[in-house]
Nanobody, 121 residues
């Protein structure tokens, strides 16, 4: 089991930055790879970024590559997503996820409640 709690969302102007955090229950990072997804109403949940449990290797959606950075603090059980140069199309509910593989949200077993990011143009 893993418990995930996101924070850090808010309203920001286009071109600005936000840093999302995901507090995970102890041992989550040693057991599971982690990822960020996002979703807007009426659309499917979309992969944003992931970090491998063992290697720490990161992957990004093309739409955020070069602007977003995923990282983890194993000692503090925190997953982060640094988002720079935000665009209006980044507006979504952002979710932290664990226990899955790659880009497919259906493979992930554990989810946070989500944190809203709104980018005004």
């Amino acid at each position: 089991q893993a418990q995930l709690i996101e924070s850090g969302g808010g309203v920001v102007q286009a071109g600005g930055s936000l840093r999302l955090s995901c507090a995970a229950s102890r041992g989550t990072f040693s057991r599971y790879s982690m990822a960020w997804f996002r979703q807007v109403p009426g659309k499917e949940r979309e992969f944003v970024s992931a970090i491998d449990r063992t290697t720490g290797r990161t992957n990004y959606a093309n739409s955020v590559k070069g602007r977003f950075t995923i990282s983890r603090d194993v000692n503090n059980n925190t997953l982060s997503l640094q988002m720079n140069n935000l665009k209006a199309e980044d507006t979504a509910l952002y979710y932290c996820a664990a226990g899955g593989l790659g880009y497919n949200p259906k493979t992930y077993s554990f989810w946070g409640q989500g944190t809203q990011v709104t980018v005004s143009s």
